[in-house]
Every structure is written in structure tokens, then in C-alpha cells.
């Protein structure tokens, strides 16, 4: 007799689909927010930079949703020009940081001993350092800066996705479909490209999500610490900086609203990878 709770291996084509599609809209809504979010930065970043002494550390309101700061700059303003600003250094970072963990990664997989163990090396290197403190040493070496913030997030922050990629691309070197496609005559790159890069895929959109997060609050935390980006450009960590001095005086709005701003616009890139990872991913493919 056949037991009726045994799990479905591949669940109906009209169960499958509206999941798909959810998470497609997820993914993709979420995308376009973010988009919105940026342009919307971009486009009032002058206006945010703009003076009012006359309305100087008023209150949330109708007119001033976030409230305005000690030089009358509205707040709302400045929280979008200062997203905007770390969504850029956070996405343009990680996503270099984990094209830099696939090519380390796939060099120590595929290449000889010496290169394994040349990239384990570096790996170990840059790890055992203190994090916080070569990301700020790198900064300060490139003149701080957007640039200077963008690359020291880029250059350490790969070692731990490139150690998840080479055991991946490992396990599918030695896989069987793997043999075959050598037996049948295929050679490296096209085994590389039809068959290890769809293999590592999923564990590489899952590595360039975690990645975003940690990038743009690191870009926050130098930034507030004087190492990051300079005090003229709106960024969240420089308005959390500046707030700092006035939350005594009881302007709580200067730092909550940008603060709480910075952590919906991290759960929004969470929610767009899990969506995508679950599009991506064979093994959650049937969810």
C-alpha cells in the first residue's frame, strides 16, 4: 500500500508555475525599487545639499517627512541622495568582489597545485588580517573617496565566497556527467562554460546577495568612522556621523529615519536574491 505522506519529488506543473511566478515578480519588483530608489537619489542630490536656516531642526511633518537637520537640509532629501549613493558602492563592489572569488576560485580549481595553493594562500592572508582595518587601510591608501571606498569593499571581501566556489567547482570536476562530456571529446573551456558555470551559479547569485549587504554597511561604517567617503557627499554613514552630535539635544529623527532607511533598502536586496535564487537554484526549483 502506498504511504500518502510520502514526499512529492516534483510537485504538478500548475503548482509550480504561480510560485515561478511570484518570486519572479518579487525579484523583479524588488529590482525596480531599488532602480526607483537610485534614480530618485541621483536626481534630487542637489536639492538635497540645499540650505534653509529659517527651517533648521524642525520636526517630521507634512512638508518635512524625515524632518530637517541643524542647517535646514531636509532630511528625506538627503536619506535618498545618501541610499542612492550606498546602493552604488555597495552594488558596484560586491559585485566585483565576487567576480574576483569566481576567478580566484576557478584558478585554484582548475589551474595547477601551485596556483591552489598560491590562491589558498592569499585566501588565508587576507583573512587572518582584521577586516575593518584593511578595508580602512585600502581606502585611506586610494584617497578615500568613492572610488576608494568601492574598491578596498571589492578587494576584501571575496576570500570566504572563493573558498564556497572552489569546492564547488571541485565536486562538479569530479562529477560523472563531468567524465563523459571529457570522454565525448569536450574540451576544457567548453566543459568550464556549459557545465561548471550553471553548476555554481545558484551558490554564486546566493554569495553576490550576502555580499551587498556587507558591502554597504562597511561603506557605512568607515564612512562614519572619517575613512570613507568625504563629508560633502550625501551617504548614509556620513549622515549617521553628523547626527551623532545633535541626538543629545533630542533630534532623534537625524538618525532613525536614515538608519531605518538603510536596513529596509538591505531586506529589499535579501528578499530580490532569495527570489532569484529560488529561480536559479535546481534544488528549489520544485518550491
Given at each position: 500500500m502506498t504511504d500518502a505522506t510520502a514526499p512529492v519529488l516534483s510537485a504538478p506543473r500548475t503548482r509550480r508555475l504561480p510560485n515561478r511566478r511570484r518570486a519572479f515578480a518579487l525579484a523583479a519588483g524588488g529590482a525596480l525599487l531599488l532602480a526607483a530608489v537610485v534614480a530618485a537619489g541621483l536626481a534630487v542630490s542637489s536639492a538635497a545639499q540645499?540650505?534653509?536656516?529659517?527651517?533648521?531642526?524642525?520636526?517630521?511633518?507634512?512638508?518635512?517627512?524625515?524632518?530637517?537637520?541643524?542647517?535646514?537640509?531636509?532630511?528625506?532629501?538627503?536619506?535618498?541622495?545618501?541610499?542612492?549613493?550606498?546602493?552604488?558602492?555597495?552594488?558596484?563592489?560586491?559585485?566585483?568582489s565576487s567576480l574576483v572569488a569566481l576567478a580566484l576560485a576557478a584558478v585554484a580549481a582548475l589551474g595547477p597545485r601551485w596556483a591552489d595553493g598560491a590562491v589558498s594562500w592569499l585566501t588565508d592572508l587576507m583573512m587572518g588580517i582584521p577586516h575593518i582595518v584593511l578595508l580602512i587601510l585600502i581606502s585611506y591608501a586610494l584617497g578615500k573617496g568613492f572610488w576608494g571606498v568601492t574598491i578596498g569593499v571589492a578587494l576584501t571581501h571575496w576570500p570566504s565566497l572563493a573558498r564556497i566556489l572552489r569546492a564547488e567547482i571541485l565536486q562538479c570536476k569530479s562529477a560523472g556527467f563531468v567524465a563523459v562530456a571529457r570522454q565525448l571529446g569536450a574540451g576544457r573551456a567548453a566543459i568550464a562554460v556549459r557545465h561548471m558555470l550553471p553548476y555554481v551559479l545558484p551558490q554564486f547569485v546566493v554569495g553576490l546577495v550576502l555580499l551587498f549587504p556587507h558591502a554597504i554597511l562597511h561603506e557605512a561604517a568607515i564612512t562614519f568612522l572619517g575613512f570613507g567617503l568625504p563629508p560633502?557627499?550625501?551617504?548614509?554613514?556620513?549622515?549617521?556621523?553628523?547626527?551623532?552630535?545633535?541626538?543629545?539635544?533630542?533630534?532623534?529623527?537625524?538618525a532613525v529615519f536614515p538608519g531605518a532607511a538603510l536596513v529596509i533598502c538591505v531586506m529589499l536586496f535579501d528578499a530580490v536574491g532569495s527570489s532569484l535564487r529560488k529561480l536559479v537554484d535546481p534544488a528549489r526549483a520544485q518550491e
Open positions: 540645499a540650505t534653509d536656516f529659517a527651517a533648521k531642526n524642525l520636526a517630521p511633518s507634512l512638508a518635512h517627512p524625515f524632518g530637517t537637520d541643524w542647517m535646514g537640509r531636509d532630511m528625506f532629501l538627503r536619506t535618498l541622495a545618501g541610499l542612492a549613493t550606498s546602493i552604488l558602492v555597495g552594488l558596484g563592489a560586491a559585485v566585483v560633502e557627499m550625501p551617504a548614509i554613514g556620513i549622515i549617521l556621523s553628523e547626527s551623532m552630535g545633535y541626538l543629545s539635544a533630542g533630534l532623534w529623527w537625524l
